[in-house]
């Protein structure tokens, strides 16, 4: 259950735009599409380990209200500290959403 006094943290939601110029050439920029409270837990390196990092400080897990139409090609800032989402879970039906993430 996700409870109102847990979600301490501020985060921003990003997701990538890319833009092609006159030129031809493309570039990717990340545009804020979201921004809310969060309860932020330190993932235990069995969570990560044989996949996605060496160390707790470089895996987090994510605990937020329900949002459509979040996927793995977004990304958490939080704190000025960039996360990659690497996996996401729907808590209840649509009560909440679980974003297991690595620093970038």
């Given at each position: 259950m996700i409870k ?6 501020r985060?921003?939601?990003q997701?990538p ?8 050439s493309v570039?990717?920029?990340w545009?804020t ?5 969060a309860e932020?837990?330190?993932a235990?390196i069995?969570e990560?380990?044989t ?10 897990v ?10 793995v ?9 960039v996360w990659n989402?690497?996996a996401?879970?729907?808590i209840?039906?649509?009560r909440g959403?679980e974003l297991?993430?690595?620093a970038?």
């Open positions: 109102a006094g847990n979600l301490q943290h985060i921003e939601l997701r735009t890319e833009t092609v110029h006159p030129t031809g570039s990717t920029e545009t599409y979201a921004t809310g409270r932020l837990r330190q235990g069995s990560f380990l996949a996605y990092g060496e160390g707790t400080e470089n895996n987090a994510f605990i937020l209200r329900w949002l459509p139409g979040v996927t090609a977004d990304r958490i800032v939080h704190a000025g500290k989402i690497v996401l879970a729907e209840g039906r649509r959403l297991r993430a690595v970038a």
